[in-house]
């Protein structure tokens, strides 16, 4: 069971190997004491027992996290955060291995006012979607990101 907020809660996707992976994100303290929200994983291969919790790294406050599972076991995490009073999509990457925590790295952060944002896995990468502009003139963007090499 997670406490959150149902705007922006957890986000599931399930592997080949039927494992569960989610992610969401939860109120911490930071190193001054104060409240923030951070961006967390875990993963399950029985559905019951999961695995210590391991933070994402992000650089702004995180929201609206999405995952999907690729080829070979990446692990793709896509949210939204706020940093300097903008909200941008970013993406972070990983493989699975069930025996080492998965080492996300930030492949894409985009500068521009973006939010929202929803991703699909592709045989060859992985399909990510989010909105840009005022909620008066709001646009749908679309990128295809490759698979890691």
């Not at 039927?18 to 004491?33: F, Q, S």
């Not at 985009?110 to 709001?138: K, M």
Request: proline content about 8%.
């Amino acid at each position: 069971m997670l406490n959150g907020c149902p705007e922006n809660g957890p986000a599931v996707a399930v592997d080949q190997a039927n494992a569960i992976h989610v992610v969401w994100p939860t109120l911490v303290h930071d190193a001054g004491g104060a409240e923030t929200l951070a961006l967390f994983y875990t993963t399950s291969r029985d559905g019951r027992l999961f695995t210590k919790r391991q933070r994402i790294p992000t650089e702004g406050v995180p929201r609206h996290p999405q995952i999907a599972v690729g080829p070979a076991r990446t692990i793709t995490v896509a949210w939204d955060e706020q940093l300097t009073g903008v909200r941008r999509v970013v993406i972070a990457r990983g493989t699975v291995d069930y025996t080492n925590p998965v080492r996300f790295a930030r492949e894409s952060v985009t500068e521009e006012a973006r939010t929202y944002p929803v991703i699909a896995s592709l045989p060859d990468g992985t399909l990510v979607a989010w909105t840009s502009g005022s909620t008066a003139d709001s646009v749908l963007r679309v990128a295809r990101y490759p698979a890691p090499k």
